[in-house]
């Protein structure tokens, strides 16, 4: 089976949850940008600071800082075989860096599954997993700002996977093992 998939979708979509039970099901890592940031902003390291004005703002990390990072991680010998990306690319110079990144090994990307969730939802959801998690770009102001930019810079980019014949859209809302199952479903 195929594996070297992106899952995009708003924040508050479900892609976490999803990415973690594909990569158990399809035996490849989930890489999840805003993970490896937090992970950062927790150990305080340079990277860490950076990228944590830009994330208490909703506000995306500059490309160049984003993708050397995704650079290095894709090096790594557990994502030789496959991967599934987590929140990247998120903006266009994104797509065309990860290409060119693809293109060197001869490999490419072989699905995109773009999760779908109404913004009331994933505005409630983003409300209650700050009660739960305490995560700093989980305030009202700053989670409507984040899809905001979503709408904005990554939104447009389904265009450029649906001419690519490589767009899956699947229903974010429901059971989450049902969602995983519909994943599954349409990249088999
Ligand atoms: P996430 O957990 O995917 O919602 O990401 C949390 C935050 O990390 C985002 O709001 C951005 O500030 C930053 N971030 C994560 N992935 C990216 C990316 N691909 N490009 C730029 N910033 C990112």
Redesign the pocket.
């Known amino acids: 089976m195929s594996s070297r998939i992106i899952l995009i979708g708003p924040?508050g979509a479900g892609?976490?949850t999803q990415a973690a039970r594909l990569s158990e099901a399809l035996g490849v890592p989930a890489i999840?940008?805003?993970?490896i940031?937090?992970a950062n902003v927790k150990g305080e390291t340079e990277l860490g600071t950076l990228?944590k004005r830009?994330?208490d703002a909703?506000?995306?990390?500059p490309?160049e800082v984003?993708n050397s990072m995704v650079a290095d991680r894709l090096a790594q010998d557990d994502a030789a075989e496959g991967f599934l990306l987590?929140?990247?690319?998120?903006?266009s110079a994104?797509v065309d860096e990860l290409d060119r990144m693809l293109a060197a090994e001869g490999k490419e990307i072989e699905h995109v599954v773009e999760l779908t969730a109404d913004t009331d939802e994933v505005v409630a959801r983003l409300l209650a997993r700050a009660q739960t998690e305490g995560r700093s770009?989980d305030s009202e102001d700053v989670v409507r700002h984040?899809l905001d930019v979503y709408e904005e810079q990554t939104q447009p980019l389904t265009d450029i996977y649906r001419e690519r014949g490589l767009l899956r859209q699947v229903d974010g809302l429901g059971e989450v093992s049902e969602i995983t199952e519909r994943i599954l479903d349409t990249i088999r």
Not at 58 to 61: A, K, M, N, R
Not at 86 to 91: I, L
């Open positions: 924040p892609k976490g999840s940008t805003g993970d940031f937090r990228a830009y994330m909703g506000e995306y990390v490309d984003t987590d929140g990247y690319p998120r903006t994104q770009d984040r």
